[in-house]
Structure formats: C-alpha cells, structure tokens
Nanobody, 121 residues
C-alpha cells in the first residue's frame, strides 16, 4: 500500500513558477514509477509526466520544456517544478504511483488527493 500526499499548490501569475511536492509512504517507493496528472474544470484528467524508478522522465507535449519531474528516494518524495506557467495550466494536480512503470494510457495503482494550481492572466 502506498499513500501519496501532495503539497505546494496555489495561485500564481502567468509566467511564474511553482513547485509541487508529493510525499509517499511505504518502504518500496524507489521501485515505483511516479507521475503527475491534472484535471481542469469540465475536462478529463490528463497525463502531465512521469519519472521511472531509474530516473528517466517522460512528459506530455503541452508541458515539455516548462515542467520538470524529479525524485528524492531518500525522502520518499517526488517533485513537479513548473515554470513559465500559463492560464491553461490551471487544474487540480494529482500525484500517482504505479509499479513497475507508468505511461499516459495506463491507470496508476495509487493516487494522491490532489492540489489546486491556479494561474492568473
């Protein structure tokens, strides 16, 4: 069982930055692929990006070059650094975990509760 708790959301102006954190419970965190999804009002939840257990990353085209995912296995934490934010990035952001790998079309094993990110124009 893995429990995920996100933090770091908030209100930011367009062009600004935010860093989300996701703290995970469990002794096997390092073996899980970790990812971020988001859901805007009236839209389906969409894949943002993921980091494998080995540290390789993969991003949606919409965030490529602006968002960066990293992980600290010693702290059981995964991060989402968001730069050059746009109003269309406004959404609830969810942390997710899946063993052994994560891809956009595959449902994760575990979800966090979500954190709101609002980008004002």
């Amino acid at each position: 069982q893995v429990q995920l708790v996100e933090s770091g959301g908030g209100l930011v102006q367009a062009g600004g930055s935010l860093r989300l954190s996701c703290a995970a419970s469990g002794r096997t965190f390092s073996s899980y692929a970790m990812g971020w999804f988001r859901q805007a009002p009236g839209k389906e939840r969409e894949f943002v990006g993921r980091i494998s257990s080995g540290g390789s990353t993969y991003y949606a085209d919409s965030v490529m070059g602006r968002f960066t995912i990293s992980r600290d296995n010693a702290k059981n934490t995964v991060y989402l650094q968001m730069n050059s934010l746009k109003p269309e990035d406004t959404a609830v952001y969810y942390c997710a975990a899946r063993y052994p790998s994560m891809w956009p079309a595959v449902v994760p094993d575990y979800w966090g509760q979500g954190t709101q990110v609002t980008v004002s124009s």
